[in-house]
C-alpha cells in the first residue's frame, strides 16, 4: 500500500534468498554487458582507430608474446618461443584483468594446471594429474625462494598472500624441472618474480570491497636514495567471507595481514643487489564434521588455524658479459602454524651459487652449489602426533648444465642435479632437452627428464590412533622410516607456431611413468604394551605405479590491437597400478583431475578508458574417496567471471568484478563433509597511484 513502510526481513533463509536474488540479476546484467560489448567489436572496429589512444600500449601484441624472456626453464634468459619445455607466462597485466584477489586465483588460467577451491581458504593446484589439497608434486618458488613444507611437500596456499599488484610475472613449467631446481620438481614448478623495486616508484593505493571479498586494503611507497638505491614498502590486509556448506553455514572466513620490503641497489653497471623481506600473520576458518559417538557426520564444527611467518632474502648478481654471470643469494624463513590438529614451526636457512659463463662459441655452460637447513618442531594435539616431535634434517645439492646450439637452428640442453637428502640419501636427476627453429615462426622442442619427490615429515615420522565409539583402535597409522622417494620418467614433445602476426599456438603432449607412490598398507596387528589395547598397523609404503599422459594447447589471437582472445584446452588421463591393498587411494587419485578442461579469455579496451574482461571455464566430473565409495562424485562444472574497469584517469582506475556468474554456487573439489560450494559474488575495486 502507498506510503506503508516495507517491513523487516526476520526469516535468515529469506534474507539469505534475497540475496541470492540481487547477485542473480547483476549476475546476468554483467553477462549482458559482456555480450553486448563483445557483440559490437566490429561497429567498434570501424570507430576506433588503431593508433587510438585506448588501445592497451602496456600490453604486448601476440607475437611480442612469444618473444617475452624467461628464466626458470635453464636459469638463464630464452624467448618463450625458444624454450624446450612447456612453459607459460602468467603477467601483471593478466592478473590484473582476471580479477583474482588471490594467487590461486591468477592460476587458472593456465593450460595444464588444474586449480580449485575446496572451501573458501583451501585451494588444490596442481599440474599434469595428481589432484588434492596436499598436491605434493610440483614446487613452488617465490623470487626462487621455496614456499612448499616438507611436513607434506605441498603449499599452504591460504598462508600464501601477495601484493598482487607488486608481481612482474609468473612462470609456469609443466613438466619435470628436478635437474635445475632438485626434487618434488616432479609435475611443474610455478616462480613467482616479483618487481624491481625501480620499477613501483611513488605511492600506490587499493581498497576493495564485496559479497565475499568482505573488504581488503593495501598501501606501497617507493623511493629512491643517492647511489642507485631503490625501495619500497608495503602493507596489506583483508577480510574474506565464507562459502556455502552443506551442513549450514561453513566456518571457511579468512582474515590476514601483511607488511614486507624490498631494496635494489645497482652499485656498479655490473653488480647488483637486492634485500627483500615481508611477514603476515592470520586467522583460517577450517570445515570439520563433527562426528557423534556412533561415528556418523554431524554438523559443521567451527575451528580456526593461526598462521604467520616472516623471510628475508638477499641476492648479489655479477655480469662479467652478455653470456657470463655470478649469483648468490641467502634466505632465511620462519614459518608457525596453529591448528586445530598440530602446533609447527619450521626455519629454513638456504644458500645458493650459480655461475654461468660460455665454454665454447657455441656452448654455454651453468653450474650451481645450494646447501638448505630445515629445523621443524610439531606438536601435535589429540590423534596427531610426529615421532620426534622435532626435526632437523639438511640438504646439499648441485647441478650441471651444458647447452650446446649444434647448429644456429638447434639447440641441445644436457643437465642434471645431484642431491643428498636426510629423508632418502642420494638422488640423481637427469634431463635431456632439444629445440629445434624449423622456421622464424616455428619451433619443436622434447625432452626426457628424471625426477624424484622425496619423502614428507608425515610419511616418514607420523602416529594417528583413529578409534572407534568404545575407545579400541581401529587402526594406527604409522609412519615408514624406509620410505623411498617416489620417482617419475617425463617423456615431453611440443610444438609452437606464429601462425600470423595476431595469432600464435603453443601445443604440449607428455607421457609420464611413476614407480614407487605412496601407498596405505596393513601391518599385522598386535598388542600395545602400554594400553594392552589391539593396534592394526597402517604403513605407508612404495607399492603404486602410475600412468598419466595429456595434451596441453593455447591459443591466442587478437582480432584488433585492443581486443585479444584466448583458448585454452587442457586433457588427462591417469592409470594407476597398486601392487598392494590401496586400491581405493589409487581409484581416488585417477578420479581427483578433470580429464577435460576447456578455458576462453576475452580482453577488450574500448574508448573513454573503459575495460571489458571475461573468463568462461568449463571442467569434466571429478570424484573424491568417499564419492567412490557410495558411487557419487562432483559434476562437471561451466563458469563465467566478469570485470569490467574504468581508467577514470592515468593514475585512478574503478573495478567492478562478478564471480561465477552462471550459478548460484558450485563445488569444485573435496569429500562431500568438507568441501564448501563457491558462491556467486561481486566486489569493486578502487585503485589509485600516484
Excluded at 496 to 506: G, T, V
Amino acid at each position: 500500500m502507498r506510503g506503508t513502510s516495507p517491513k523487516p526481513v526476520s526469516d535468515p533463509g529469506q534474507a539469505r534468498g534475497d540475496r541470492k536474488h540481487d547477485l542473480r540479476t547483476l549476475g546476468r546484467c554483467m553477462l549482458a554487458a559482456c555480450l553486448l560489448t563483445l557483440g559490437s567489436s566490429s561497429l567498434l572496429a570501424q570507430q576506433q582507430p588503431e593508433n587510438s589512444s585506448t588501445t592497451a600500449l602496456k600490453r604486448l601484441s601476440v607475437e611480442e608474446l612469444m618473444d617475452v624472456q624467461v628464466t626458470s626453464v635453464s636459469k638463464s634468459r630464452e624467448s618463450l618461443a625458444g624454450a624446450a619445455a612447456a612453459v607459460a607466462i602468467v603477467s601483471n597485466e593478466d592478473i590484473r584483468r582476471s580479477g583474482a584477489t588471490t594467487l590461486p586465483d591468477a592460476l587458472r588460467f593456465v593450460p595444464g594446471l588444474h586449480v580449485a577451491n575446496e572451501t573458501a581458504d583451501s585451494w588444490v593446484v596442481s599440474s599434469r594429474g595428481f589432484s588434492g589439497v596436499n598436491s605434493a608434486k610440483l614446487l613452488v618458488l617465490s623470487d626462487t625462494r621455496s614456499i612448499y613444507t616438507p611436513l607434506f611437500s605441498g603449499v599452504f596456499w591460504e598462508a600464501q598472500d601477495y601484493f598482487l599488484e607488486d608481481i612482474d610475472h609468473i612462470e609456469v613449467i609443466r613438466g619435470p624441472g628436478a635437474a635445475l631446481w632438485g626434487s618434488n620438481a616432479v609435475n611443474g614448478v610455478i616462480n613467482i618474480l616479483t618487481k624491481n623495486a625501480a620499477d613501483t616508484q611513488g605511492e600506490y593505493l587499493e581498497t576493495a570491497a564485496g559479497t565475499q571479498e568482505r573488504v581488503s586494503a593495501a598501501a606501497r611507497y617507493g623511493g629512491e636514495s643517492a647511489n642507485h638505491l631503490y625501495y619500497r614498502v608495503f602493507g596489506k590486509y583483508f577480510d574474506q567471507g565464507a562459502a556455502q556448506h552443506p551442513a549450514g553455514s561453513s566456518p571457511d572466513d579468512w582474515q590476514l595481514g601483511h607488511v614486507g620490503f624490498r631494496a635494489d641497489w645497482h652499485a656498479t653497471s655490473a653488480d647488483a643487489l637486492t634485500v627483500q623481506g615481508d611477514a603476515y600473520d592470520g586467522r583460517v576458518g577450517q570445515v570439520a564434521p563433527a562426528v557423534n559417538v556412533l561415528g556418523r557426520p554431524g554438523p559443521v564444527g567451527k575451528l580456526r588455524a593461526a598462521v604467520g611467518g616472516a623471510n628475508v632474502l638477499g641476492r648479489w648478481q655479477h655480469s662479467s658479459g652478455e653470456n657470463a654471470d655470478i649469483q648468490l643469494r641467502l634466505y632465511y624463513d620462519r614459518t608457525h602454524r596453529n591448528d586445530p590438529t598440530f602446533l609447527d614451526d619450521l626455519d629454513t636457512v638456504d644458500l645458493d651459487f650459480q655461475q654461468r659463463f660460455t665454454a665454447a662459441r657455441a656452448q654455454e655452460l651453468t653450474w650451481g652449489l645450494n646447501y638448505r637447513s630445515m629445523h621443524d618442531r610439531n606438536v601435535g594435539k589429540g590423534i596427531f602426533n610426529l615421532q620426534p616431535a622435532s626435526s632437523r634434517d639438511n640438504l646439499v645439492s648441485g647441478f650441471v648444465q651444458d647447452q650446446i646450439s649444434l647448429r644456429d637452428s638447434l639447440r641441445v640442453t644436457l643437465g642434471t642435479k645431484l642431491e643428498h637428502n636426510d629423508f632418502s640419501g642420494f638422488e640423481v636427476q637427469p634431463s635431456v632437452r632439444a629445440a629445434w627453429d624449423l622456421s622464424r615462426r616455428r619451433t619443436v622442442w622434447g625432452a626426457v627428464s628424471r625426477a624424484v619427490r622425496v619423502p614428507t615429515r608425515i610419511e616418514r615420522d607420523v602416529a594417528i590412533d583413529v578409534t572407534n565409539p568404545l575407545g579400541n583402535p581401529v587402526a594406527r597409522l604409522l609412519g615408514n622410516r624406509d620410505f623411498h622417494a617416489e620417482e617419475l620418467l617425463a617423456f615431453e614433445l611440443g610444438y609452437r607456431w606464429q601462425a600470423l602476426e595476431n595469432l600464435s599456438c603453443d601445443l604440449a603432449a607428455f607421457h609420464n611413468r611413476y614407480h614407487g607412490l605412496a601407498s596405505l598398507e596393513f601391518g599385522t596387528p598386535f598388542i600395545d604394551p602400554n594400553t594392552g589395547q589391539t593396534v592394526f598397523p597402517v604403513l605407508n609404503r612404495n607399492l603404486t605405479d602410475a600412468r598419466t599422459e595429456g595434451f596441453e594447447a593455447l591459443a591466442t589471437y587478437s582480432p584488433r590491437r585492443y581486443w585479444r582472445l584466448s583458448l585454452t584446452y587442457t586433457y588427462t588421463d591417469m592409470s594407476l597400478d597398486p601392487h598392494g591393498q590401496d586400491v581405493n587411494r589409487g581409484r581416488f587419485t585417477e578420479g581427483a583431475t578433470p580429464r577435460n578442461q576447456i578455458g576462453v579469455r576475452s580482453s577488450l579496451d574500448l574508448p573513454g578508458g573503459f575495460q571489458v574482461d571475461a573468463q568462461f571455464r568449463s571442467l569434466s566430473a571429478i570424484r573424491s574417496l568417499p564419492d567412490i565409495l557410495t558411487g557419487q562424485g562432483i559434476p562437471g562444472y561451466n563458469e563465467l567471471d566478469v570485470r569490467l574497469a574504468w581508467q577514470a584517469w592515468k593514475q585512478l582506475e574503478i573495478s567492478v568484478d562478478g564471480r561465477n556468474l552462471l550459478h548460484d554456487h558450485h563445488v569444485e573439489f573435496g569429500a562431500p563433509d568438507q568441501r564448501s560450494a563457491m558462491e556467486r559474488s561481486v566486489y569493486g575495486k578502487i585503485a589509485w597511484g600516484f
